[in-house]
C-alpha cells in the first residue's frame, strides 16, 4: 500500500459503523432504550457493579467492598472489575442519566469504537484498502459470537485490544527510523492499555497472554522472523524495560485486588470447565435468531439442550469458517516465503502466516472432539488458567486476528479482480 491510502479516517467509514452499531443494537434504538442487553440477571448484575463504582467515586460507597455481598469484605474481585465500563458509565450517570440508560449508552458507544479503532488498525497501521478495512473492522465489531453474549456486558469491551496491536505493529514496522523514546511511549502505551483490559475483562487479557506465547514461540522457530525480533528487543531494550515496568505499576494494583479471592476461592473442576470447552457444533452455532443459519442451530444442538447451550453459540458463518480453513493452509504457504525475509514485505508474509497458524492452534486447543480435547493440559500448565471457565468466549478474542486475515485476503481478491479486468 502507497503512503497516501493510510491517511485520514474517510467520513464514510464512520456512516458505516455508525450504521452497523444501529443494527447491532436494534433493540435498543427502536423501542426507545426501552429494551436492556441480555437477560435479568448477569446484565444487572453488571449494572450493580458500575452502580458501586459510581457511588464509590461519590463517596458513598467502599470500593473493595460491595453492599451486596455484606458482611462479607473485600468483594470487589468476585467478578471482573470493569473499569473499563464503570469510567464512562460513571461519566453519563453525572449528567444525570439513569443507571440503565446510562450502561446502555456506555455499550453501544464501546460497540462504535471498536469498529473505529480496528479500522484504525487495519487501515493506517496495516495500510489495506478502504474497503477490506471496512469489512475487517465489521466482522470484530459486530460478529456474531459477540452479539449473542450481550448478556455478559464486559465482553462487548474489546476495543483496547485492536489497540495494543497497532502499538506495537506500529514499532515493528518504525524500527529503522524510531528512537528509543518514541518506542518506549509506544510499549508504554500498549502495557496501559493491557493493565485497562485486564482490569475490565479478566478473559480477554488472559486470551491475549496465550494467543501471544503461541504466537511468539512461532515467530521464534523461523529465522527471519526471529532474527528479526531478538534484534530489536536489543535495539530497543531500554524501551521493552521502560514498557514492562508501566505494566507492572498497573499489574500490581490488580493482582493485589484479586489475591484475596484467589486465597479463598475454589478452583474451577475439569468437568464443569469441559461443559463449556466447545465441540464441533459449537463453531458452527450462530443461535436460534441467525437469519440465515437459525433453523441449522436447532437442528444441531437437539434436544434438550445443554445448560451452557447460550455460551456455546460461537460460529462466525459458513463462509468465513471456510474461508479461515483455507487461510490455515495457505499460513504455510505465506511461512515458506517468508522465512528467509530478504525484504519488509516478505517479513511481513512470514508474521501474517505465523498470527494465522498461531489462532489456529489456539483453536484447536480449545476445541473438544468426542469428549476429548487438550484444553486439561492448557489449564494445568498455563498461569492462571484454572481462573478461565467460560473457554469458548475465545472465539471474539480471535476475531482480532481474524479479521486481520480477512481484511488481507479480501486486499487481495480485490487487486486480482482489478487486474483480470485490466
Known sequence: MSADQTRGFPRSTLLLGVAGTILYHWSQFFSGFDKFFGDRGDARGVVYACEHW?????????????????????????TDLLFGVAAPYSFFRAL????????????????????????????????????????GAMFFAFNSPKFNQLTHLQLQYVFLLPLIFALVITLGKR????????????LSLAAVCLNLQLATTFYYAWYFALWAVLFLLLALAFRGSRNFI????????????????????????????????VRVGIWYDFDFVMAMVPDWRSLLSMGDGNFVWGWFYKRIVGDPRSSVWGEMMVG???????AWIGFTVGSFWLIKKGRRASSAYELGLLFLGVMILATSIFIVLGVKVGGHSLWPYVSQYFPAARAIRAVSRYVMFLALPMSIAFAYGLQKALQFASGRRA
Open 54 to 78: 459510581y457511588q464509590s467515586i461519590l463517596g458513598k460507597a467502599s470500593l473493595l467492598n460491595p453492599g451486596i455481598f455484606y458482611p462479607t469484605k473485600r468483594t470487589l474481585a468476585y
Open 96 to 135: 444525570g442519566f439513569g443507571m440503565f440508560t446510562a450502561t446502555e449508552i456506555t455499550i453501544i458507544l464501546l460497540t462504535f469504537l471498536a469498529y473505529c479503532v480496528a479500522f484504525v488498525l487495519l487501515y493506517r497501521t496495516l495500510g489495506f484498502g478502504l474497503i477490506p478495512s471496512c469489512a
Open 175 to 186: 524500527v529503522e527510523t524510531i528512537d528509543q523514546r518514541k518506542a518506549a511511549w509506544l
Open 230 to 261: 531478538i534484534a530489536n528487543v536489543w535495539k530497543f531494550r531500554r524501551a521493552v524495560i521502560i514498557g514492562a515496568a508501566v505494566f507492572l505499576v498497573g499489574f500490581v494494583p490488580i493482582l493485589l485486588i484479586y489475591l484475596p479471592t
Open 316 to 322: 462466525i458463518g459458513l463462509i468465513p469458517s471456510l
